[in-house]
């Protein structure tokens, strides 16, 4: 089946080495997508969900093909029944092998009805896996581009904080030389704390937005990476 998005999540036959891969320190959008699919448990759990779905269609298919029995017996005898009392005799070994075959001809449609059943819930699975991944890399996509967001921000609000503290010294220096204001000062001033409050608040978005990141990626607060820009 198509699997949506840039990466298929590990199936119940893969190792675990997968979901425990360090993170490395920045990631790419495709590779937090990647990751999230194979580490994130929704997308693991709707596989596995998937997987029974197509054993159940398999067992159901089962129920058209014929079946072949075969038995095998092996049997000491040491003692036989005389009277009341076993006697002891010579012993000696028995065997036995049988073989059978039989088939089902008609079952008034059972069989057919079971197969149409897990048939559609191995379709519909498939579609909620798909949803699953559909979701799972929307959010990373907006968490991604969050952090960037976040950090780009932070970047401009950094510089502008910067920016305004020199023109404040600057400012006051006039000031000094009777060419400045207080007002002037002020002015600076206040561009300079309202700068220190969006690095404050763009600090708080970064730090959110790593957060979120790494709970999709299945990881720990501590370990979440930084955005490749």
Excluded: C
Excluded at 31 to 49: E, F, I, K
Excluded at 80 to 108: H, I, K, T
């Amino acid at each position: 089946d198509a699997w949506p998005g840039p990466a298929k999540p590990a199936t119940l036959g893969e190792t675990a080495a997968t979901s425990e891969e360090v993170l490395p320190a920045v990631l790419s959008l495709a590779d937090a997508q990647r990751l999230a699919l194979v580490r994130n448990p929704s997308p693991r759990a709707a596989t596995a969900r998937l997987e029974a779905a197509a054993a159940q269609v398999s067992a159901a298919r089962a129920a058209f093909r014929p079946s072949v029995g075969l038995n095998a017996s092996a049997t000491r005898v040491s003692y036989q029944a005389q009277g009341l009392s076993p006697m002891p005799v010579d012993g000696y070994d028995s065997y036995g092998l049988s073989l059978g075959a039989s088939y089902l001809l008609f079952d008034n449609y059972a069989r057919n009805a079971r197969l149409a059943a897990a048939q559609a819930d191995q379709r519909a699975l498939t579609a909620s896996r798909d949803e699953v991944a559909r979701l799972l890399t929307g959010a990373v996509a907006e968490a991604w581009f969050g952090l960037l967001l976040a950090e780009r921000n932070l970047a401009i609000a950094s510089t502008d904080q910067a920016f305004n503290a020199t023109l404040v010294d600057e400012t006051r220096k006039r000031q000094k030389l009777d060419r400045a204001t207080p007002a002037d000062v002020l002015n600076f001033q206040i561009r300079e704390l309202n700068a220190a409050a969006r690095v404050t608040l763009a600090r708080q978005e970064q730090e959110l937005g790593r957060t979120v990141l790494a709970e999709l990626l299945g990881a720990d607060r501590a370990r979440a990476p930084d955005v490749d820009h």
